[in-house]
Structure formats: C-alpha cells, structure tokens
C-alpha cells in the first residue's frame, strides 16, 4: 500500500466518512479512512432506531442506512481505506503509526489529518457508582451492541441511570425485545436527551422517568441483584427517607459522552476542558497546523446531521491545507460563549470566511429556559450579526444558527463574537 | 364535548408541546405548533397512532448473527408488540441488500419490513 497521504481521515463514523468525501470532492488525490473494526460506518451500525436524516435529507432514517449512504459514496469516490487497524500515534508532523493483523506495524506521512474518532461513554467508574462489583452494570451503548449487532440480551429486568438519548433508545428496544425496564433515573431535574425520545421511548412503553433521582448504591455479588434509588437536591446530596430498593439484574448508564482524543494529545493539540474537545476554528482545524477535527470528536452532538455537515467543511479544509502546504493565516476573531451559553464551537472565526460561506456555529445552554429564546451573535458593542428564535433553550439539545454571507461587512469590524440565549 | 389535551409532536426533534383542542379523536384545532406537521401528526395521534419501529431479524452466513430492520412507514402503535414477535420468526440468510424486503405486508398493515443496510456474507 501507500506511505504517503494527501489527507487521512481516522475514524470511519458519520464525520469522517464525510471529511474524506469532502478531502476528495476538493482536490485531495490519495485519501485514506483508517477504522479501528472490521467495517465502516462507526457507531451509527448499532443505532438501528431512526430519526436520522431529518436536517440532511428530509428523510427519517435508521442508523445503518445513514451511514450506507456515505459509505456507498466514499467507495464511489475513491478513498482507500484500511479496516481492523489501530492508530497508535500521530506526531504534530503528521507521521502515523498504526498496526493492522495482516499489515503490521505502518508508518504513514500525510500533508493533512482530520481526527473523527468520536466519543466514548462515561462509565460506572467516573460517576462513582457505590456499591459492590457484580456482574449486570453495563454502559448503554455496550448493551446496545450487544442487543443489536451481536445478538444477546444482557439481562432481564433493567434500571437504566440516565435520561440520556441512548438510555431512552435502549430502554424502548429492550422493551421491545422482552424485557423489562423499571425505572430510568435522572440526577438532573430535567431531561438530559431529546424530548421526542421521551414520548416515543419511554412514554409509549410506560416506562418511569425519576428525575433528580440516582443510583445509591448496587446490590449484589455475583450478580446484581438489586439497585437502591435515591432522591437528591441540587447539590446532588441524597435526601434522607427517599431510599427505594429496586430488584434488577442489569444497571444500565447513561451518563454522558467524553470526545475520545487521546491521540489528538500525542499530536499535540490542544483541548478546550468545556468540550474536552480540540479547539478549533471555522474550518476545524485545530492549534496544530494541518490537523482537523470532526464530529463528536469535537464535542458532542445530538443530531447526526450536523455531525456530517462537520465532517465536509474539515474535508474540505484538509484538502485545501494538503494543496497548499499551509492555509491563509486569515484574521481570526474569537467566538465565546456569553448570556446562558456553556460552549460555543468553532471557538474562532476567520472573518474572511464569510465571502465564500456560511458558517454555522453550534452551542450549549446552562440552564433550561421554557418558553420562547432568541439566540444572539453580537460583537464587541451589542451590535447583532446573526439571531435565531426559538420555542425554548435546553442543555440537552444543542443550539445552532449560522451566520450567513449577508453579515460580513458587520464582521470584519468586530474584534470579538459573543453568543447569548435570552427569553425573547 | 371538546376537550384540550397537550401532545408533543416526534416528527422531528423540536419536540413541539402541541395544544390539540378536540372532540373524542375528532381534531377542531392545533396550537403551538412550529409548523405544519404539527397538525397532521395531532389528528394521526388521536386517531390512529403510528410510530417508525426499528429492530433486527436473524441472519445466516452473515457478517454479524442479525441484520437491522425498519419498518419502510410509520406503524400502527398498538400492533408493534405483535410485530416484534413476528420480527423473531423470521431468518433469512446472507447476502442482505439494504431495502430488501424481509418481511412483506407485516401483520397484513400493507407495511413491509426491510433491511437497514447490507449485510455481507462472511
């Protein structure tokens, strides 16, 4: 095979199967996906339920057959790929080291990265579950792999420790696969997923949402036997006289999703603690020069179709880096979370950018607001550069607006972009 | 007669809290709806519920020992018990093509159940 890359995209899940389509369709010649399993597609292959699709296509589709989608075009267009094959190091010259079964150890030189290894799942371990260490305590998209590719249920009667959409997702399909879910708990007073996964996953099935409720402790030896709930206070303190025990044989947790960039490290790039993903400008590139970043690697989302959208402006910033050996340094102002916004991504703009495209921003709210929002962009003096109204801001569902061609004379006098969600 | 019950509309993730003023399953009037499928999905719900199901049927000589499916449009809410158990019936063997159809006019709804992606041979 080839040593030497114009772009090579890791991780073969929604974001990177689009950055090497967009690397392609810019220019890129040699492109390379490397995928750690057996197929491409990435966790979108075990989200067998729909909805996805919806912003893309105006279709409602499963998971399987998004991702067919861009793997069908990724083949169309020619990029290589290499499957089973792990990267265990990249250096900030953008050398790749990485093992395959059958290849061996392999060193790769690319002109440009694009990192889409996704994320990963908070684990019993980080959320200091008490209790003792039976078998039964499985992460929601372990049990979803499980249930859905490997074909075998992991228990029978389920607790599931957060409101999180792939808790509620597993919750409908072990329901529909005979089990029994008691109760899904929720530590926060509000849901942490997407409402319409509440009504379609748990209030069809009647299943319990407890919210601010939480896993005291697990009951069992071998196997769990039972969980203990608890009731809390903002503070997260159980409150006295509010234990129940409820007899289970699996704990399921949904509790968060952490963007997997250990080799964004090795690579030198650096993290926003917010995200716990790389900082990044309008074209996600990262601090390193010629390293971008796409997806859930970048921060969480919620819909996959933005997650896509990522993946081309990072293929398309890659083939253009992998072109020119460099880009325009380009001014760049930076993009900061304000009134009620926890994280704002991309963190900089270049102000350039606005002559060619769009730029689409996507944040977070802190706190929930129930009643009609107006997101604001504003720079350095309150004047408004792109708004967005909205029937109400939630922290489990991301806030996104772009903004359009139309403000860049506005831009090119700010010095700085602020982001607010405000009752309008 | 009329009564005012609050729906939240799933056709997409906004989650509009619908406010369905209606008689028994008959639909007189829908607020609070961000746009226009608010509507058709509030008379649907009153009247015959229907929701996407999603689950995986057995296969032979694949890739992986199941292959997801999808049912091609919405389903009837009450019957998707009965189609899960039908779904356990069925068997098919590798090679699957995306949109094949693996279960044909499911529980005699004129809906068919088809795959969600190939499922190589091994």
């Known amino acids: ?424 | 007669m009329a009564e005012i019950s609050e729906i939240i509309c799933v056709t997409c993730p906004q989650g509009c809290l619908l406010r369905v003023k209606h008689a028994g399953s008959e639909v007189i009037e829908v607020h609070n709806s961000g746009c226009k499928r608010g509507q058709e999905y509030a008379i649907s719900e009153l009247g015959d519920p229907r929701r996407m199901v999603a689950s995986t049927v057995r296969v032979n000589g694949g890739l992986h020992p199941l292959v997801p499916v999808y049912t091609r449009s919405a389903f009837p809410k009450p019957l998707i018990p009965r189609l899960a158990q039908a779904l356990r019936q069925v068997e098919v063997s590798a090679p699957v093509k995306i949109d094949q159809v693996l279960l044909a006019d499911a529980l005699g709804t004129g809906i068919d159940v088809v795959a969600s992606r190939d499922m190589p041979a091994r």
Not at chain 1, 53 to 75: C, K, M, S, T
Not at chain 1, 316 to 326: C, E, L, M, N
């Open chain 1, 1 to 424: 095979m080839k040593r030497d890359y114009d772009v090579v995209v890791i991780g073969s899940g929604p974001g990177g199967l689009a950055a090497a389509i967009a690397a392609k369709e810019n220019g890129a010649e040699h492109v390379l996906v490397i995928e750690r399993d057996v197929e491409l597609g990435g966790i979108l292959l075990q989200c067998i339920h729909n909805g996805f699709g919806l912003e893309l296509f105006n279709e409602d589709l499963p998971g399987p057959a998004y991702a067919q989608h861009f793997i069908d075009d990724v083949r169309g267009h020619g990029v290589e790929t290499l499957m089973d094959t792990m990267v265990l190091d990249i250096t900030p010259e953008r050398t790749i080291y990485a093992i395959n079964k059958g290849l061996g150890y392999l060193e790769l030189r690319t002109r440009a990265i694009v990192l889409a290894m996704g994320c990963r799942e908070r684990t019993r371990a980080q959320i200091l579950l008490p209790g003792s260490r039976p078998a039964g305590v499985y992460t929601a998209g372990t049990a979803q792999r499980f249930v859905n590719v490997e074909g075998f249920m992991p228990g029978e009667k389920f607790v599931i420790l957060g409101s999180g959409d792939i808790g509620m997702i597993m919750a409908r399909r072990l329901t529909i696969e005979g089990a029994k879910v008691e109760r899904v708990l929720e530590i926060m007073p509000y849901l942490t997923g997407l409402t319409r996964n509440y009504v379609q996953c748990l209030l069809d099935y009647g299943i319990i949402l407890e919210k601010q409720r939480t896993v005291n402790r697990i009951i069992g030896k071998d196997r769990v036997e039972a969980i203990e709930a608890v009731s809390v206070d903002e503070a997260w303190q159980p409150i006295p006289g509010t234990r129940e025990v409820i007899p289970c044989d699996t704990l399921l947790l949904s509790v968060g999703l952490i963007p997997e960039n250990e080799l964004s490290k090795q690579a030198g790039v650096l993290l926003d603690p917010v995200t716990n993903g790389p900082f990044v400008d309008d074209r996600f590139m990262t601090n390193v020069p010629g390293i971008f970043a796409a997806g859930n690697v970048v921060h969480v989302y919620d819909l996959v179709d933005w997650v896509t959208e990522a993946g081309y402006v990072a293929g398309k910033g890659a083939a253009a880096f992998a072109r020119d050996k460099h880009v325009e340094p380009g001014e760049h102002i930076p993009l900061t979370a304000g009134e009620n916004i926890r994280y704002v991504v991309p963190h900089k703009l270049d102000k350039a950018r606005l002559a060619e495209e769009q730029v689409r921003l996507q944040m977070r709210a802190i706190a929930p607001i129930e009643e009609r929002v107006l997101v604001t962009v504003e720079d350095q003096n309150g004047e408004v550069v792109a708004k967005k109204a909205g029937a109400y801001a939630r922290p489990g569902e991301i806030l996104t607006l772009a903004i359009r061609p139309q403000a860049y004379e506005l831009v090119q006098k700010a010095t700085g972009l602020t982001v607010n969600v405000r009752r309008r």
